[in-house]
């Protein structure tokens, strides 16, 4: 096991509604996830691929 496992992990907490908090467990639970953090991380991560611009995925600059 590596000394840097778990370095860039920060602990976050957020306020939901209790409709979001439903349906980030469904979204938890239809995509193998583990937790509803997981999916955030998930949904955060797609959100922010998708707001790149096309020249940014080409590798210009």
Avoid: F
């Amino acid at each position: 096991m590596s000394k840097r496992k778990g370095l860039h992990k920060y602990k976050r907490s957020i306020r939901v509604l209790p409709q979001t908090s439903y349906n980030l467990d469904r979204l938890a639970v239809l995509s193998g996830l583990k937790t509803p953090g997981r999916v955030v991380d998930k949904l955060v991560r797609e959100k922010m691929l998708s707001l790149r611009i096309p020249e940014e995925r080409s590798g210009r600059r």
